[in-house]
C-alpha cells in the first residue's frame, strides 16, 4: 500500500461549524489501498440517534456530488457503480473519526471526496474536502527524516493548541446556554408578576 497525505486541514472555520479535520490532498498509487481520513471535534458526546455523516464524491470541480457512504443511525454503503464493493469503513463515530479506506484504487476515483459531520446539539454541519491523486508509478525516494522530525513536532503542537480552543469554546458554549436559560426563567417570572390581582383601590 502506497499512500501520501499532505496535512494542510481542510476545515470549517471556528464559529461557523463543527471543526472538521481532513488532508486537503492525498496521493495513492494505482492498484493500491488508500485510507482517506477525516476527523471533527465536538463538545458533545456522540449518539447513534442524532449523528449523521455523508461522504460524497466529486468528479470536478463542476461536477455534481455522488454520495456513496452514510451514517443514519448505522452506516449505508450506497455502493456507487463508479465504487462498487471498494468502498470499506474504517471509522469510529464515537472517536469522532469517520474516516474510510478505498480498495484497489482506480484513475478513474481521481476527485474531490467530501465529508459532512453533524453531531447534535450542535446545529450547523461542519465540512471537509480531500482532493485525491492517483499515481501510476511510485515517487522518487528521498530522505524525509528532517521534514517528518519536524512535522511531528508542529503537529503535536497544533494538536495541543487545537485541544485548548475546544475546551475554550466548550465552556463558552455551555457558559452561554445557561445564561439563555437563566434570563428565559427570569422573562417567565417577570410575566407571572406582572399578571397579579387588581388594585383593590378600584374596587
Known sequence: ??????FSPSQTPAGLGMEVMAPATINALNGSSVKLSCTFNSCYKVENKQFSLNWTYQECRNC???????FRMKIMNKQLD???????????????????TLKNVQL????TYNCYVLNPPDRQRGHASISLKVLTQEPPKHDSTVAVIVGASVGGF?????LVLMVVKCVRRKKQQRLNTDDQKTEEEGKT????NPDEGTK
Open 1 to 6: 500500500m502506497h499512500a501520501d497525505a499532505a
Open 108 to 111: 478513474e476515483d481521481e476527485g
Open 193 to 196: 408578576d406582572g399578571e397579579g
Open 64 to 70: 455534481s456530488e455522488e454520495l456513496f457512504l452514510q
Open 158 to 162: 497544533l494538536a495541543v493548541v487545537i
Open 82 to 100: 463508479r465504487f462498487g464493493n471498494r468502498v470499506e469503513f474504517t471509522g469510529n463515530p464515537t472517536k469522532y473519526d469517520v474516516s474510510f
